[in-house]
């Protein structure tokens, strides 16, 4: 059985959580508490050095632990429906998109948070060293979370999808990424007319919903 360890408040493994959903992927799931430390405990770091989730356990023994690698063997290994395209044109438009939403929406978004909370003092990045906040990135990062959601507006104007005329990952990123906004109280207006239709729909797929 496929083992997925996840975590409910945290984005990363929410982009794995949908992309299982929509590629219908049984699995089992663990869950694992990040505000309790568990990824930092050894048990964890037998499992992933790297102290993150998601971790993906596949049945013939590979062990994933980032969302690249995870969505390269979902798709693969179930290639319906399609996630990362099927012309090479959709591929590459998909891709570039999905390292779109993931740098300029999620990492401005973690950066923001992670250099601003108390909370993660000390904590600026995940993994197992620490290292201290830059309350300038911070600031930065809000401007560039910004800016990411005047584009992804702009990009959505006429479109039903981030990339192609399919659903696809970079909708699955553009989403988790605007969601996770919200911790740094970044949310669409009324200005996002475009980008508030979209993730209006996207609300309506099961795995997004839930």
């Known amino acids: 059985m496929i083992t997925f360890y996840d975590c409910a408040t945290a984005p990363s493994p929410r982009r794995t ?4 959903a929509e590629k219908g992927i049984p699995h089992e799931t663990v869950h694992v508490d990040l505000r309790k430390g568990e990824q930092l405990g050894e048990a964890f770091r037998r499992l992933n050095p790297q102290c993150t989730v998601p971790v993906l356990c596949t049945d013939d023994g590979l062990v994933l632990t980032d969302n690249a690698g995870i969505t390269a063997w979902a798709e693969a290994a179930y290639p319906d429906p399609p996630l990362l395209g099927v012309t090479p044109a959709e591929k590459a438009e998909i891709a570039s998109w999905n390292w779109r939403c993931e740098f300029e929406g999620l990492m401005a978004v973690a950066d923001a948070m992670r250099n601003s909370s108390p909370a993660m003092a000390g904590r600026a990045l995940t993994g197992p060293v620490n290292y201290e906040q830059i309350p300038a990135l911070a600031e930065r990062s809000l401007m ?3 800016q990411f ?4 507006n702009a990009r959505l104007e006429g479109r039903q999808h981030v990339a192609t005329d399919r659903f696809s990952v970079a909708d699955i990123t553009a989403v988790v990424a605007v969601d996770f906004a919200r ?5 669409p207006g009324d200005e996002h007319l475009h980008l508030l239709r979209w993730r209006e729909s996207m609300g309506r797929r099961p795995s997004i919903a839930s």
């Open 17 to 20: 959580r949908i992309l299982l």
């Open 144 to 146: 560039r979370l910004r």
């Open 149 to 152: 959601f005047t584009d992804l």
């Open 183 to 187: 911790i740094v109280k970044v949310k």
